[in-house]
């Protein structure tokens, strides 16, 4: 799991494998094929920034105590549900360190306000022209 500038070490993700929940039939109720992938974001490896990024969402998957916690059980095996739960921790990860522009607020030109201004001008009178004709 490598990021262009951040990586996510193994060491600290700590993955166990729990029992899917839903339809499965037979199956389900003696195969643990879910993964329970946990994440301590203050004890991590990552930069400070990305770390109060992370405690600041907003998220159902964080706790109060700064641990990341997915449940993978899209897919029946345990190998397919570890790889994706690591890449969703990943593009977590990855979400929070984009930095957006902060947008600057800006004014219509004059012109633009007299084109729109002489648009609806004739639109309305479109709109008038359409009413009954009186005698």
Do not use: C
Not at 59 to 86: H, M, P, W
Not at 93 to 104: A, F, L, N, P, W
Request: aromatic share 2%.
């Amino acid at each position: 799991m490598v990021n262009a500038r951040h990586k996510v070490n193994l060491a600290e993700v700590q993955i166990s494998a729990v029992r899917a929940q839903g339809a499965g039939g037979q199956n389900v109720n003696k195969v643990s094929s879910a993964i329970h992938l946990r994440f301590d974001i203050k004890n991590s490896s990552l930069p400070e920034d990305i770390k109060y990024r992370l405690l600041q969402l907003r998220d159902q998957r964080i706790s109060t105590d700064g641990i990341i916690v997915i449940k993978a059980q899209r897919f029946r095996t345990q190998e397919k549900n570890r790889a994706d739960g690591l890449e969703r921790l990943q593009q977590l990860i990855e979400d929070v360190s984009k930095v957006h522009k902060r947008r600057i607020a800006t004014k219509p030109s004059r012109g633009a306000k007299e084109r729109r201004l002489k648009s609806k001008n004739r639109r309305s009178q479109v709109k008038a022209m359409r009413g009954k004709v009186s005698d």
